[in-house]
């Protein structure tokens, strides 16, 4: 009998999901929610989902095309097809769809965020709030979805790459292997499980790049309309000095909690098999971030409306209850915030809205295993 999966999000990633879940054998449901039902018309009319071989002259993975099982705009038909729920949607998406997911979930079910971004404690927090409390849910958080990927038309998708493994984390953590055993039969790589949903947080790794060099390079993003491949453009010996000095203020917070996180270069390295000496070379040599010319072209792209509020934030204000000042990550939030005219660090994802923001760092700790 094939396993069963519903994914909640018709995006880039969610379509992507949708094919390489059904390409692994699962029975797959797809849910679109209303206004973002463009995606589903377009696989209805084709019969499927499409991974292209090849896009502006790039060879592309994974090609080829799946008819999906079921295509759905009913939240609770999509709940009800699996126990599995699988929601690769943009981290200011989590709250809203959850909320309305609230009261047609079950027992026994596993929510995976991709990417997770601490959501799993937001959730959480919602959970008790609407009074849910006896509801026994398992959320798991991954550092970010598995694939390079893009929406190139109708039912189209152009799948640049795949990470060799997901790390990931469930909260409570106890529930981490039993996750992984009820998901990775329909995931299309392994999933490495991580201590906790903080330390996966603390783990993603559009933490330094996206958000710094997007924030260092945005005269150029928006007077040419984003037209760079960005990796390759947007990082150079200057910037790359700069994220340096991000990434050991991500360690220090980390060590102060009483995590181990791996080095950046060590991540990238494992995550796309490469073996590059460094941060600056990972972003100029990289096949996988190389293929496309593909960059923000403005401060409201989710490189800033995602990976700063929602990592930098939350980084900032660990720093700040374990006594670790991160000069380098306020400074990009405020500069943000000038971007964006918002206050990110009111907005953002913080330790009150995790429903953590009464307690001390060990008790944090504690809650998260």
Known sequence: MNPRVSVIGSGNAGLTAAYHFSLQGANVCLY?????DQPLRDIEQQGGIRALSRYNDVPLTYAGFQPIHTISR???ETIAFSDLLILPVPSFAQEPLFTEM???LRDGQIIMLMP?????LVLNHIKQDQGYDSLNITFVDAISIPWATRIVGPADIAILGMKEFLPMAAFPATQTEAAITKLQPVMPLPL???????EAGLENINFGGHPLLTTLNMGLLENFDGQFNYYKDCCSVSTAKAAAVMEAERQAVGKALGLTLQPELDAMNALYNMACES????????ETHGKLNSAPNSASNRYITEDAAYLLVPCYELGQLVGIDTPMVTSCLHIDNAYNETNYFETGRTLKKMGLDNLSAQEIMDFVA
């Open 192 to 198: 490495k499980p991580l201590g906790n949903v903080i």
């Open 102 to 104: 609230l009261p047609h």
């Open 116 to 120: 997770g971004n601490y959501g799993s």
């Open 32 to 36: 679109g929610a209303p206004g973002f």
């Open 74 to 76: 009913d939240l609770a």
């Open 279 to 286: 941060v600056y070379e990972v972003n100029r040599t990289s």
